[in-house]
Each structure stands twice: as C-alpha cells, then as structure tokens.
C-alpha cells in the first residue's frame, strides 16, 4: 500500500485569502488525486493530476479556483484560492495502487476552515 | 450515473454485537467495490477491495460480500469493539473509461457502546 503524507494537517484561514496544501507519496504515481469533503459529507473529486500535464477538473470545479501543481511522480499541491466559508472541508489527497493498480489510498487529510 | 446509497446514515450498538452494513449501487457494470473507515476529521482508510468477480472478502473480524448483479454490497463486522467506532464508505469503481471516477456513498455512522 502507498502511505501518503500531508501538509498541514489543519489551517484556520480568513475569507479571501489561499491556501495550498502539499501531498507526498512514498512510491512514484502516474496520477494523483483531490478530493474534498464538506461537513457532513461525502467525498467529492475534484481532480485528478498527472505529471507533466494540466490536471483534469470535475464537473463543478474550475482552475482558477482550485490550481495544483505536480512537478514529479510523487509529489502535488492543490491552492484553494480566494477562500469563502464554503470552502471550509477536509481535503483529501489519493493514490491508485495494489496488485492490480485499482485500489485506492488516502492521505490524512487537511481540515480547512474559513472564516 | 452511478448512484451509492448506505443504510443506516447511523447505528449505535452495545460491545459485542455482530453488525452488518449495507450498500446498494445502481449501475451494476462495476471494476471493483471498496469499503473504508474514517475516523473524525481524518482520512479514508482502505478495509477491503472487493473486485467484481469476487463474491467475498475477509480481513480479520471484518468480511464484505458483494452481489453485483442486485447491486448490493454488505459489510459485517464480528464481535464489534469500542474502537471500530467510526464512520464507513463504500466505493464503487466503473469499468471502461470513466474507471478513475470512484463514487461513494453517504457512510454509515457506527457507535460501539462499552
């Protein structure tokens, strides 16, 4: 199984400001993916990212707003910019793995609230 | 579109007591079903991979079933404890190209009482 670290593990942020929030897998992904989960929810992707290409958005959730990097096989960030109450959620990073490369990890998760 | 439903949203049971959770999907052409806990504020954590040719799987106290062809999937969990408090989701996979998408359900809320 992959273990899958983030950074950090909770931030308390003001309306209108942006946060990026780091994900770093113990093994080379071909992709990575976000994920959020508001209170009292279930998880919601967002997108997935590939090295050395743009990422792929959900229906619902466009670039400008939530843009993420991912410089190399093991390692990606997600920038949730120009922050609202609404986007107080726990966002969970996610990896693809096991002996048929379909069973899926998760990270610790980061618990934003804004306020 | 693949819809995942879980009953009960939430249960609570005295230590001890074997309990089952249910999921239910509506598209049945699936690549495999994955049940996870979460623990509050945290992330998922893998329990069990049911791949769509398999009809059972065990770890430990826990043992998941799926009928894909009813589109129902149940997770028993044996002799439960005070520490498998937490909530459950299952995911289901699709085949073919949309096999990135998992979708989940709503999860089951477990109280184990001492």
């Known amino acids: 199984s992959a273990v899958i670290s983030q950074k950090p593990s909770r931030d308390i942020c003001q309306r209108g400001t942006s946060l990026t929030i780091q994900c770093q897998v113990d093994s080379q992904v071909t992709m990575m993916f976000w994920y959020r989960q508001q209170p009292g929810q279930s998880l919601t992707l967002i997108a997935t990212a590939n090295q050395g290409s743009e990422a792929t958005y959900e229906s619902g959730f466009v670039i400008d707003k939530f843009p993420i990097s991912r410089p190399n096989l093991t390692f990606s960030t997600l920038t949730v910019s120009n922050m609202s109450p609404e986007d107080s959620s726990i966002y969970l990073c996610s990896v693809e793995g096991g002996p048929q490369g379909k069973e899926q990890y998760f990270g610790p998760g980061t618990r934003l609230t804004v306020t | 579109k693949q819809e995942v439903t879980q009953i009960p949203a939430a249960l609570s049971v005295p230590e001890g007591e074997n309990l089952v959770l249910n999921c239910s999907f509506t598209d049945s052409a699936i690549y495999n079903l994955q049940w996870f806990r979460q623990d509050p504020g945290k992330g998922l954590t893998s329990l069990l991979l049911i791949q769509s040719s398999q009809r059972e799987q065990t770890s430990g106290r826990l043992n998941a079933s799926l009928d894909k062809s009813s589109g129902r999937s149940t997770l028993y969990i044996a002799a439960s404890q005070p520490g498998d408090s937490a909530t459950y989701l299952c995911?289901?996979?699709?085949?073919?190209?949309?096999?990135?998408?998992?979708?989940f359900g709503g999860g089951t809320r477990l109280m184990v009482k001492p």
């Open positions: 995911a289901v996979r699709p085949r073919g190209n949309a096999g990135n998408m998992l979708t």
